[in-house]
């Protein structure tokens, strides 16, 4: 995605968004050198693939979900809309990239909520009562569409690309080194083996937390999110507003529940590009302890690292 899709405006207001689709990198399986949980015995994971997701268990996140599954989750895809009964059916929620009917394969505003107001009620009154939820929102038009259930949970979204404003270059490497790295008990993970000191991310957007946020990955100097009206358009002269301090990745308690909330998605897969098969995503050099990381916040997320 990002610098692989190719981008054709038609008309005076747009028309359609033609993209290169990257494929999921099968091959790609990082060493896991203690699995958390015995084979298919841990917390059940469901990925949704209800609302017309970019990122499904079958499809770009199929090497996440295999990396849940060889770490002990049970990883399953969530196809009904959200409801109590349900979301009774997992202990994780993961929601990447959905959209509102609207805009499946149709990328220009409005962006309505991916979600009805139903179902953010069910899904607050879900972790509330100890559910967790990872919910990640890429770049527009996904934050706009995600933005309604962040809210529930305090979380707001810039509905753009948050880039730094000079260079515009991905991927962007998040470091304990210069602080944009957060220390928390995530990226300490159980041992010196689980040890992050750098994180990659490839285009996204930028979030706050009203209260209560725990930051792991937080915007230096320099970084802004363009926020053009429509998907990808902008340039040096487009609107933007300044995201130093400002997170990609946090975490929070919710009542009983956990919630995670992410400002990029790539991060979380593993895919090829064309017949060389150009990696993206966790795949590259510079992604090498994203795998870690993932694992990490996983056992957040399932209550592991309390114990």
Do not use: C
């Not at 997701?53 to 009904?80: E, I, M």
């Amino acid at each position: 995605m990002k610098r692989r899709l190719i981008i054709f405006a038609v008309a005076a207001l747009v028309a359609a968004n033609v993209y290169a689709q990257p494929v999921p990198d099968t091959d790609f399986k990082p060493p896991i050198e203690k699995p958390a949980y015995s084979q298919g015995a841990g917390p059940v994971v469901m990925i949704d693939e209800a609302h017309h997701n970019w990122h499904t268990a079958t499809g770009r996140y199929l090497p996440f979900a295999d990396l849940l599954r060889r770490d002990g989750y049970a990883v399953q895809a969530s196809k009904s809309p959200f409801s109590i009964d349900a979301l009774k059916q997992g202990n994780i929620l993961v929601i990447a990239n959905a959209l509102n009917k609207r805009n499946d394969n149709y990328w220009v505003p409005p962006y309505p909520s991916a979600f009805t107001d139903e179902e953010i009620k069910a899904v607050h009154d879900w972790v509330q009562g100890g559910g967790s939820l990872l919910l990640i929102a890429d770049h527009l038009p996904w934050p706009a569409a995600a933005d309604k259930l962040a809210s529930a949970f305090g979380v707001h979204y810039s509905p753009g690309h948050a880039l730094d404003e000079k260079t515009q270059a991905e991927p962007i490497i998040f470091k304990r080194s210069d602080g944009t790295l957060a220390e928390h008990r995530i990226t300490d993970g159980r041992s010196a083996n689980e040890r992050v000191d750098s994180v990659a991310t490839f285009t996204g957007s930028a979030f706050r937390v009203d209260k209560g946020g725990e930051p792991l990955l937080i915007f230096g100097p320099g970084v802004v999110s363009f926020t053009p009206t429509n998907f990808w358009m902008f340039d040096t002269n487009s609107p933007r507003i300044p995201v130093t301090g400002w997170f990609q990745g946090s975490v929070l308690r919710v009542g009983k529940g956990r919630v995670a909330v992410f400002g990029e998605a790539a991060m979380f897969s593993a895919q090829v590009d064309g017949t060389n098969r150009v990696p993206f995503g966790m795949n590259t050099p510079e992604a090498k302890r994203n795998p870690q990381f993932i694992l990490n916040l996983l056992h957040w997320l399932s209550g592991l690292m309390d114990k």
